[in-house]
């Protein structure tokens, strides 16, 4: 049997890198503090946290406008984030542990501080004037079409010098790429090809089906919708087939180097497309984001659902994704925890690290970091500065990394970017690594037990039905090796049927367990304690 590929097996660590470890005390994280935190991320002992791999925010030079979202030179580091030496450093020192690295690749648009936005807004027969989408408007003071930015507004911004709009899906000064041009395609290849060949060992695809446009830029139809953007049919400006071609086009640049992946993010409200951008698991990319567990709130029986789907829907061979936390979403820890936040994060670690698929980490999340509450005057998302009062900005889920109970929760000796956390004096790495009753040490031995057993990395996933309302419960089963997992999303407790038979000669045993509990082998039922997470072996 071929080896199963390290990105089924392994758990991705997302590191928001100006949040992350603050090397030389300026405020903002950097390569250097990351290279100085590896033995914490994996140093081959119980002491580390022990992930696979880690997938860093953008790096390239940028006026960080975006978190790092609005790229000026794709071919740089920048300097605020360190040198390329240090990249290469970091790179190799990730290797030597057994980490990948995965890079966060930005498509779909530039700064609009890029020399090449510079120079196609300059006139209107400039040579790069059609690495943008540029139109004369439908009428005066009329933008081209009724399409909608992501952050609401029109997508088209008028640009006085050449009396044109051009099209940002996002935010006025991420212009979009013109990915029609086959010179701008051909560039944007040639910039994987580059970080591929500097050993990196793969890309996180930022809005990978938002590359290409409706060539005639028809109107997107309406619909009911919550607001402007979620009342449009994005028939028009997401998901084209071309898209999908550049997934294959950039699956098989990976595939000339051994051991790449592509993760992609699929901005869509419709999980099918999610499922496209995999192909036949050898003509796409390797994981496609899966959205809906972002949606969910804390309930057994939407998880249930939501897993049934994907399971359902995705081809056999290809791989799920999972993920409750990441630099745009609110913390997993505030948004799912309710009036029992440790206890649930306890749960949700479990049903994370346990389904088949590969799970991503968000930095924090192991010591059960909240979403901060971050003061107007210090907010950094433009999101969140332009709906401000309305908390819909992303600062609160960037907030540095919380160390010790030091000042500045050890992110920085000097100052931090955006304030850290109010919870960091009792909440943080160095308070919880000595304590085994703590969140940070739950997944350490989560994420030991899903290295060490086949079932959970690598096995097949089977819904255990007839289970009492608040549980979801399901195997793991590779060849004669079987893992149950029941979670418990109640306060209560439930008592369960008898677990399904396991392999032939073999017998349950209790594995791990969130609660202290004199269970014997051989169980013939289950009692679940409130908010327990169960796992039982067969042995």
């Known amino acids: 049997m071929p080896e199963t590929p390290w990105w089924r097996r392994g758990v991705v660590y997302q590191i928001a890198v100006p949040s992350f470890a603050d090397s030389n005390g300026d405020g903002r994280g950097d390569l250097r503090g990351i290279i100085e935190r590896l033995d ?18 953008p790096i390239n030079m940028s006026p960080l406008s975006d978190f790092g979202y609005d790229v000026s030179d794709y071919y740089s580091i920048d300097p605020r984030f360190g040198t390329m030496r240090d990249f290469d450093e970091l790179v190799e020192e990730c290797h030597r542990r057994g980490i ?55 997508a088209w911004q008028y640009d006085e010098t050449t009396d044109q709009y051009y099209y940002h899906a996002f935010l006025p000064f991420q212009p979009d790429l013109n990915w029609r041009n086959p010179d701008v395609r051909r560039e944007m290849l040639g910039v994987a090809r580059f970080w591929l060949d500097k050993g990196v060992d793969g890309f996180r695809l930022d809005l990978v089906n938002c590359l290409y446009e409706d060539v005639l830029l028809r109107n997107n139809p309406p619909k009911l919708g919550p607001r402007p953007y979620l009342a449009q049919k994005h028939v028009h400006d997401l998901s084209q087939p071309e898209s999908l071609e550049i997934a294959s086009e ?63 829907h995705i081809p056999r061979d290809e791989w799920p994704c999972y993920y409750l936390s990441n630099h745009d979403l609110p913390r997993s820890y505030t948004r799912l925890g309710g009036s029992h936040p440790r206890a649930r994060a306890k749960v949700a670690a479990v049903m994370l690290l346990t389904l088949r698929g590969t799970p991503i980490l968000y930095y924090g999340e192991e010591i059960g970091m909240p979403s901060s509450r971050v003061p107007r005057r210090m907010l950094d998302d433009p999101i969140g500065r332009k709906f401000w009062p309305l908390r819909v900005g992303r600062d609160g889920s960037r907030a540095p990394m919380q160390w010790s109970a030091k000042a500045n929760a050890g992110f920085s000796s000097w100052r931090s970017w955006l304030p850290v956390d109010s919870s960091y004096r009792s909440r943080n790495v ?5 304590r085994p009753d703590s969140l940070l040490s739950w997944y350490r031995q989560l994420l030991c037990l899903r290295k060490a057993n086949q079932a959970l990395h690598s096995g097949d996933y089977h819904e255990i039905d007839q289970v009492p309302a608040g549980v979801f419960a399901y195997t793991r089963q590779s060849g004669p090796e079987a893992v149950a997992v029941y979670l418990n999303f109640t306060a209560h407790r439930i008592a369960c049927p008898r677990p399904p038979e396991p392999p032939p000669g073999r017998a349950w045993h209790v594995l791990l367990s969130t609660h202290e509990a004199d269970r014997t082998s051989g169980l013939s039922h289950i009692r679940l304690m409130p908010n327990e997470a169960l796992l ?3 042995i």
């Open 536 to 538: 039982i072996e067969a």
């Open 40 to 57: 914490y991320l994996n140093d081959s002992t119980d002491t580390s946290l022990g992930i696979d791999a880690i997938w860093l925010t």
């Open 430 to 434: 160095e308070q919880q690594g000595g």
């Open 250 to 312: 950039l699956r098989r640049l990976a595939d000339e180097f051994e051991g790449r992946v592509l993760m992609g993010e699929v901005l869509t409200d419709m999980p099918d497309v999610c499922v496209d951008y995999l192909g036949d698991g050898t003509d796409r990319l390797h994981l496609s984001f899966y959205f809906d567990f972002i949606r969910i709130k804390w309930n057994s029986g939407a998880f249930r659902r939501s897993v049934r789907w994907l399971e359902e």
């Open 100 to 154: 990948r690295v995965v890079m966060d690749l930005v498509l779909n648009h530039t700064s609009i501080d890029h020399p090449w936005f510079v120079e196609s807004r300059s006139s209107r027969d400039n040579h790069k004037r059609d690495w943008y989408i540029w139109r004369d408007g439908r009428a005066p003071g009329k933008p081209p079409n009724d399409w909608l930015a992501v952050v609401e507004g029109s």
